[in-house]
């Protein structure tokens, strides 16, 4: 008000063209006025709606600022519980670590228990073939005597000289012997090997018969028979057999195309794990073999 006095102060001092100039220019700044007051109105209306949907949003903030303390809360309780869940495997760990070994042993522990398992088997067999043949073999004791042991040593009974080998150099040598007589080597007499199965390696004796002499003669690969020497220290046996080797002759042989032979001694020697009367258990190198008497 006191602007619009003060322009018409100014207007009554004015030339009157001028101030008619004024005055039209004043109504359409007036009609303009008009116009703009109802869209500041509307302004007006779109900051209050404005203002209440950020108080609205304000308020939604706070919740959800709520929510997030809450989610943190159960985020610590979770952390703290996976801190035990990790101790817990970590202790899980080591007690897996301490058993692996015991199930490693006890691995080991149920394949022997198979192999004996299997040992056993093929001495059952062997022993349900060969019992037919018992008979034979006790009235075949006296045409063996070339080899140095009596049916003594073949009829022993089974609690005579049981012992563990290597537990001294002589089996028998804690037995009693009976008055007069002479208690032969366990080792005396025929073996039949029974494990690995006949079909399995046929290099391996299938039969052998050691004499006290420390002759022997096995039967090999179902093939001629072959003679040998063998000796016993403690726990250990050694084989000795000879076999020929081709060699270019010399002199006239050699013209003809002819070869001679060398004597060459093939050496084996094995570890005696268990002996008595009727069965007998060696090994060589990592290969065991099971023999029992017929």
């Known amino acids: 008000m006191k602007r619009t006095l003060f322009l018409l102060v100014c207007m009554s001092m004015l030339p009157g063209c001028i101030a008619w100039e ?4 004043m109504r359409v700044t007036n009609q303009h006025l008009c116009e703009v007051k109802p869209m500041l109105v509307q302004t007006l209306l ?12 304000n308020a939604r903030l706070v919740e959800v600022h709520g929510t997030l303390s809450e989610t943190y809360a159960q985020l610590v309780v979770v952390h703290a519980s996976l801190g035990k869940t990790h101790e817990h495997l970590t202790a899980m760990d080591t007690a897996l670590g301490r058993t692996n070994p015991k199930l490693l042993d006890l691995d080991a522990g149920l394949e022997r228990l198979r ?10 067999d062997v022993h349900g073939a060969l019992r037919p043949l018992s008979s034979a073999m006790g009235s075949l004791g006296g045409a063996i005597s070339f080899l140095g042991f009596g049916d003594s040593a073949m009829d022993a009974p089974p609690e005579q000289g049981v012992q563990a080998a290597g537990e001294g150099p002589d089996v028998n040598e804690h037995a009693t012997p009976a008055a007069g007589a002479r208690r032969p080597d366990p080792l005396l007499g025929t073996w039949v090997m029974v494990y690995p199965p006949p079909e399995g390696d046929r290099s391996l004796a299938k039969i052998m018969v050691l004499s006290a002499d420390g002759k022997f003669v096995a039967a090999v690969g179902g093939g001629s028979p072959k003679e040998g020497a063998w000796s016993r220290d403690g726990k250990f046996v050694t084989f000795e057999v000879g076999s020929d080797r081709p060699q270019p002759a010399s002199g006239g042989a050699a013209n003809t195309g002819q070869t001679a032979s060398a004597q060459e001694t093939v050496t084996e020697r094995v570890e005696l794990l268990t002996l008595n009367a009727r069965t007998l258990t060696v090994r060589s190198g990592e290969t065991i073999r099971v023999y029992a008497k017929p």
């Not at 004024?22 to 220019?25: A, K, P, S, T």
């Not at 900051?47 to 949003?57: A, G, L, P, R, V």
């Open 46 to 57: 779109n900051i209050e709606d404005t203002n209440d949907k950020i108080d609205q949003t």
């Open 115 to 124: 192999v004996l398992d299997q040992v056993n088997t093929s001495i059952r």
């Open 22 to 25: 004024i005055r039209d220019e």
